[in-house]
């Protein structure tokens, strides 16, 4: 972790972190997919998890919310170990793929999630407003079109009023203008007090970010702001400096230049599409 990184943690949260990790190891069957991990995350504040598919995003992200056994290390959230049950009520889950009921509408989708939090009529509309699809509440979910679909999700998750938000890529599939107010709306919550862990491979959304976790083949490269980013990677083109980081790593890892080069188009897994990382 960047020490200016550091800093931002403990200044904001006065020295409680909404997620902290230690020696953080995660295997499935004998192959290790988290390497001892190491971060804090300030709470009410939106920290990007960063890295080209296969990196961990996802394994991190379930272990975060109860999902996944870690093998090693230790995981606290909301200051209690992750999956307590408690944190059930706290801590809301957006998964890549859509999780709603096709044949019930927008509506039944978000009150049957609210109702098993004890919430009303008055929670559920609030939360489909915040996604913006107040005109479609009772249409069914079938009808509707993707990106709609995604922020169904994300209402279902809203309902409960979590204190943290783990977002598994929510903008996939939604054009730039649903992506700019999903990004207003995270900020709107950020602000409020929710804390809010979003993972993504489109570096752009990297600048909306406070703070920035990159991973790398189940290691965490760095913890620091996109500021910093730029900085140690030597350019303001985030995907680039992403890039310069990387190899970077690998020149630390003693990779010879003739293998580094064929490393990196193997299975770095980094490709330029529209300011992309996959």
């Known amino acids: 972790m960047s020490h200016s990184a550091a800093s931002l943690t403990m200044t904001r949260s006065g020295g409680d972190a909404a997620i902290a990790a230690a020696a953080l190891t995660v295997k499935l069957g004998r192959q290790p997919v988290l390497h001892a991990l190491d971060f804090t995350l300030p709470p009410g504040r939106i920290t990007g998890l960063l890295g080209p598919s296969g990196s961990g995003k996802t394994t991190l992200m379930r272990a975060i919310v109860g999902a996944q056994r870690i093998s090693a290390g230790t995981l606290t959230v909301l200051g209690l170990p992750a999956g307590t049950p408690s944190l059930r009520r706290q801590v809301g889950y957006v998964t890549q793929s859509p999780s709603v009921y096709p044949d019930l509408t927008v509506q039944a989708n978000v009150r049957y ?35 709609q679909l995604n922020r169904v999700s994300l209402a279902c998750a809203l309902v409960a009023h979590p204190r943290l938000l783990v977002l598994d890529e929510p903008t996939v599939g939604l054009d730039p203008v649903l ?100």
Not at 192 to 219: F, I, K, N, Q, Y
Not at 249 to 257: C, L, R, T, W
Request: hydrophobic share 40%.
């Open 179 to 278: 992506r700019a107010d999903l990004w207003d709306r995270f900020r709107a919550m950020a602000e409020a007090g929710t804390t809010l862990l979003v993972s993504s491979h489109v570096m752009e959304e990297a600048s909306r970010c406070e703070t920035l976790l990159l991973l790398r083949e189940g290691r965490l490269l760095s913890q620091l702001t996109p500021a910093e980013l730029s900085q140690r990677g030597h350019s303001s083109n985030l995907e680039q400096a992403f890039l310069a980081i990387i190899r970077e790593q690998e020149a630390y890892d003693g990779v010879s230049p003739p293998a580094q080069a064929s490393t990196r188009s193997r299975d770095t897994g980094v490709t330029k599409q529209h300011g992309s990382v996959r």
């Open 113 to 147: 999630f609210g109702a098993m939090h004890r919430k009303g009529k008055a929670d559920v509309a609030e939360a489909i407003a915040a996604v913006g699809l107040g005109p479609l509440g009772r249409r069914k979910a079938a009808d509707l079109s993707g990106g």
